[in-house]
């Protein structure tokens, strides 16, 4: 069984920073992209940043760039997203998601497999 469970979540300031980590398992994910989604309260979910397997090809949304860094260890199936300079509009609960096709990661808001989510909460 896939399983990918997101951490790191939780409050903090406006300009502070979080890591969130996503670790995969009960599958293989070699050639897999992964990435990141958020969702807001009454709002639809959002691509956040996508990664390819050898992480030689990186996409961000411009709400977030130079802000987030997205990163991954093979060796351990997971992903991580590192956000610096928080802003109270980053709140939202934020989903890892893999798939085989960085494109759809990155352009089509799906993917083959999602975490349960972990809320971040920015306090301005």
């Known amino acids: 069984q896939v399983q990918l469970v997101e951490s790191g979540g939780g409050l903090v300031q406006a300009g502070g920073s979080l890591r969130l980590s996503c670790a995969a398992s009960?599958?293989?994910?070699?050639?897999?992209?992964m990435g990141w989604f958020r969702q807001a309260p009454g709002k639809e979910r959002e691509f956040v940043a996508a990664c390819s397997w050898s992480a030689g090809t990186i996409y961000y949304a411009d709400s977030v760039k130079g802000r987030f860094t997205i990163s991954r260890d093979n060796a351990k199936n997971t992903v991580y997203l590192h956000m610096n300079s928080l802003k109270p509009e980053d709140t939202a609960v934020y989903y890892c998601a893999a798939d085989p096709s960085f494109r759809r990661v990155a352009f089509s808001n799906g993917a083959a497999y999602w975490g349960q989510g972990t809320q971040v909460t920015v306090a301005s």
């Open positions: 009960g599958g293989s994910f070699v050639n897999y992209a």
